[in-house]
């Protein structure tokens, strides 16, 4: 994803509510992301492992990213992309502070829209039990299945 503008009144996801739309751009976040997709994102929501993140990057601020999270590692979040090839991540710059992760990505709205922030119990309820032998249904329903490296 590629450099943004600030929003509108200095305050991530501009003005009194806490969401912004952001362009993605590059091949990163490829297969959940593509090139010219808009999503929303919810600045200062909570953060887990498996969550689409936005923040800015650790060696050049101005730049704002979309990666993975992967999970809490040396005093920040180890941010990957779903892209596994494209290595402009965390193996590339190292744990990214809590403070340069700005939110969490919601939904894709553009091409169509997709669900990319499920609740817990819909992770739980998808990966464990009956659910869990539905072909597709996780990715439908934007639960993360971490892919084999």
């Excluded at 609740?119 to 971490?146: D, I, Q």
Aim: no cysteine; proline share 11%.
């Amino acid at each position: 994803m590629g450099p943004m503008e600030e929003p509108a009144g200095g305050v991530p996801g501009g003005g009194l509510l806490p969401f912004g739309v952001v362009d993605v751009a590059g091949p990163s976040m490829v297969p959940t992301l593509h090139d010219g997709d808009l999503v929303v994102v919810r600045y200062g929501a909570r953060i887990r492992p498996g969550a689409v993140v936005l923040f800015r990057h650790p060696l050049q601020q101005d730049l704002r990213l979309v990666k993975r999270a992967d999970g809490r590692r040396g005093g920040g979040w180890w941010l990957l992309s779903d892209n596994r090839p494209v290595d402009s991540d965390s193996r590339q710059f190292g744990a990214v502070p809590d403070e340069l992760v700005l939110g969490r990505v919601l939904l894709r709205v553009r091409p169509g829209p997709a669900w990319l922030a499920p609740s817990r119990w819909l992770e739980r309820a998808v990966l464990a039990g009956p659910l869990a032998r539905v072909p597709g249904l996780a990715r439908r329903l934007g639960v993360w299945l971490s892919p084999e490296l």
